[in-house]
């Protein structure tokens, strides 16, 4: 017996892979690539401002691939339908890898132009306070993966949709501390980053040890989701997925800590000035006119010399 090209018999049914497009995945990445390229061309022009980069267009075009990558076909699908630890995957790009580098891509001239317009200003300065930014992100991690809201998510396009919205923009307000570069919003010194960033690593241990620690799987979707692994059981796929949310995304985490702990060091050792140590007060420098004028200047006259 013969299956359609994409279609896999599993234990519990089938796995159905055939191809299909995702067009609202289309629309949101080509909506937020245009805005770049408008930006890049005709914005920068009427502010008379820089172009990108070489660098700030790699940012860009890594942030608008691994968007689009984990959003579309099969990824998406196999996410949804039948492995828990893919969805994590996913996840982990969607908060950690994408919303970083799009940071990281936006011109300096780009980030006051858009923190001009007020209300975005304000909602900025309140969403981006690290404090603020770390609870609600892990906040909202927690709560997407509540099995009720999660099963929502997995039936309906639209609660899936403003499920992955939210937890990317509540991302944004969680890296923006790190990466700003605007006064007047929260910004961080070197060290302050690599706290901020360990504490980020610690918290998501909480909704991980339910997942790792659960004797029965806690979404039914997966549960009776055909096997697209063969003995790859629901409790395993959970497992998994909890080691990708504490473990995966903790040594990611760890690996930007410790490359700003060695540029911290070498900066450190050069005697330059940043973010990470107070300015030595300047020793002055007397010029040569100075000087002539110093040695040019009248002498007083020496005191008496007392005799004895």
């Not at 999660?150 to 639209?158: P, V």
């Not at 800590?257 to 107070?278: E, M, P, V």
Request: glycine share 6%; charged share 15%; with cysteine.
């Amino acid at each position: 017996m013969t299956t359609p090209l994409g279609v896999v018999a599993g234990a519990a049914g089938r796995v159905d892979l055939s191809f299909h497009p995702h067009p609202s995945v289309w629309l949101v990445i080509g909506a937020v690539a245009t805005f770049f390229w408008w930006a890049s061309t005709r914005l920068r022009v009427r502010l008379g401002a820089p172009g990108l980069t070489s660098h700030q267009r790699r940012w860009l075009v890594t942030g608008c691939l691994s968007l689009w990558i984990f959003a579309e076909y099969p990824i998406h699908d196999v996410a949804e339908q039948y492995l828990f630890l893919v969805h994590m995957i996913q996840h982990t790009v969607f908060t950690l890898i994408a919303p970083a580098c799009l940071l990281m891509g936006t011109p300096d001239w780009l980030q006051r132009w858009i923190l001009s317009h007020r209300p975005i200003a304000v909602l900025a300065r309140i969403f981006t306070k690290p404090i603020v930014a770390l609870v609600i992100f892990n906040t909202l991690i927690a709560v997407t993966h509540w099995p009720k809201l999660m099963e929502k998510g997995l039936h309906n396009e639209l609660i899936h949709f403003s499920i992955h919205l939210t937890l990317f923009t509540a991302a944004l307000c969680m890296w923006f501390p790190v990466i700003n570069r605007q006064k007047g919003f929260p910004r961080l010194s070197t060290p302050a980053k690599m706290m901020y960033l360990f504490a980020q690593s610690i918290v998501p241990t909480v909704p991980a040890s339910f997942l790792t620690f659960s004797n029965r799987p806690l979404y039914r979707t997966y549960e009776l989701a055909p096997r697209i692994l063969h003995g790859f059981s629901a409790i395993s796929d959970q497992q998994i997925a909890a080691a990708i949310m504490k473990i995966g995304a903790g040594s990611l985490l760890w690996a930007i800590i410790g490359g700003l702990f060695f540029q911290w060091w070498k900066d450190s050792q050069a005697g330059h000035a940043g973010d990470n140590r107070r300015v030595p007060k300047p020793r002055p420098v007397v010029t040569f006119a100075q000087a002539k004028v110093e040695f040019a200047a009248p002498k007083p006259p020496d005191p008496p010399l007392s005799r004895p």
